[in-house]
Structure formats: C-alpha cells, structure tokens
Nanobody, 113 residues
Framework: QVQLVESGGGLVQPGGSLRLSCSAS????????MEWYRQAPGKQRGLVAA???????GYVDSVKGRFTISRDNAKNTIYLQMNNLKPEDTAVYYC???????WGQGTQVTVSS
C-alpha cells in the first residue's frame, strides 16, 4: 500500500523556521515529480512548491526566496524548508504525488506571536 506521511509542522513565531518532511512507503519517490500543497481555513488547497526527479524546484511567488523544496532519495523523503515564516503561511501542508494522485494526511503549520 502506497502511503505518504508528512511531519514537522507546529507553532512558530513570525520570522521563524520549520522543516516539513514527507516520507513514503510502498513507492520509490526518486522516480516521481513531487509537490507540496497547503490549505488555509476557508480557502482552497493550493500548490506551494514542486520538485523534479533531478532535484529542480519551483515555487509560487508568495514563498519564493523563503521556502526550499528538496529530496533525499536514500531516505525516500521530500522536504520543505520554510524560513522567515509569516502569519499568512498558516495552513495544513500536504505532499502530493500527481501521477497517481496520492496525498498525505497533512501537517499543521501555525505562524503566530
């Protein structure tokens, strides 16, 4: 059974940092383009960042320069390093494998003083 499990969320003050992890079982992530999405209360789920199999990352404008997506194929894990967090980054963050439409359960990120 294919499963994605996110971790690393939490409560952080504005300007702080968090690193989210997306660990996989039942699938070798090294062969897949992967994405991070987020969903804030009352809003639609939206794409945040994506990474190619070669490790090239892409970002929405609102997180460029602050977030970095990466992958560790040996650990079968995708990461999202989030720096200089803002209150508007508060959301549930999900990892997603688009070719088979697999989603993780999400991890809550709250940015508040």
């Amino acid at each position: 059974q294919v499963q994605l499990v996110e971790s690393g969320g939490g409560l952080v003050q504005p300007g702080g940092s968090l690193r989210l992890s997306c660990s996989a079982s039942g699938i070798d992530l090294s062969g897949y383009y992967m994405e991070w999405y987020r969903q804030a209360p009352g809003k639609q789920r939206g794409l945040v960042a994506a990474i190619s199999t070669g490790g090239n990352g892409g970002y929405v404008d609102s997180v460029k320069g602050r977030f970095t997506i990466s992958r560790d194929n040996a650990k079968n894990t995708i990461y999202l390093q989030m720096n200089n967090l803002k209150p508007e980054d508060t959301a549930v963050y999900y990892c997603h494998e688009p070719s088979t439409n697999i989603w993780g359960q999400g991890t809550q990120v709250t940015v508040s003083s």
